[in-house]
T-cell receptor, first 112, second 113 residues
């Protein structure tokens, strides 16, 4: 049971490049989330997926798109990276019974 | 929007001390409150989850309490150890459309051997 996994662990992009961050969970959770963590700002919700086939915007969705490929996988895409998207990105999933959230190890993204 | 505050931002204590970390939130209509630990460069590890109907949860040397009416939660760490050094985050959950967590910015704890 790996929990929540994320790839890649680190990534450096140039401004304007695109990339997709991958997330998968093996806990059969319905809801999945993407957060970003910036110094002094805490974690902020980018997008979430309450169930397979649905996605919705969170607090800071601009510049991102998501895909809930199936129940296990939830990907985050940056179409045209900007330096303001330099951050640590965390994927999480939720146990339906208690709403306890489980987090992946994060992806550290730098946009130059 | 729910605002979550953690004070102090940083705390240093000698090994063996008992300590309390504080978390306050502005909207008391929460479903649960979760405490996490984050080591440098790592992800978040869930420590304790308190449902809104509960007043406290315990795991080993950790005890978390919740007072919804005053908008406060505390994390008590007994007999601190150097391995407890990390950033501790609290997060409150409201059952809105997103059902997402609102995070504080954390308390960075250093336990000095």
């Amino acid at each position: 049971n790996a929990g929540v996994t994320q790839t890649p662990k680190f990534q450096v992009l140039k401004t304007g490049q695109s990339m997709t961050l991958q997330c998968a969970q093996d806990m059969n959770h319905n809801s999945m989330y993407w957060y970003r963590q910036d110094p002094g700002m805490g974690l902020r919700l980018i997008y979430y997926s309450a169930s397979e086939g649905t996605t919705d915007k969170g607090e800071v969705p601009n510049g991102y798109n998501v895909s809930r490929l199936n129940k296990r996988e939830f990907s985050l895409r940056l179409e045209s990276a900007a330096p303001s998207q330099t951050s640590v990105y965390f994927c999480a999933s939720t146990l339906a019974r208690t709403y306890e959230q489980y987090f992946g190890p994060g992806t550290r993204l730098t946009v130059t | 929007k729910q605002e979550v505050t953690q004070i102090p931002a940083a705390l240093s204590v000698p090994e063996g001390e008992n300590l309390v970390l504080n978390c306050s939130f502005t909207d008391s209509a929460i479903y649960n409150l979760q405490w996490f630990r984050q080591d440098p460069g790592k992800g978040l590890t869930s420590l304790l989850l308190i449902q809104s109907s509960q007043r406290e949860q315990t795991s080993g040397r950790l005890n978390a309490s919740l007072d919804k009416s005053s908008g406060r939660s505390t994390l008590y760490i007994a007999a601190s150890q150097p391995g407890d050094s990390a950033t501790y985050l609290c997060a409150s959950l409201k059952l809105t459309g997103a059902n997402n967590l609102f995070f504080g910015t954390g308390t960075r704890l250093t336990v000095i051997p």
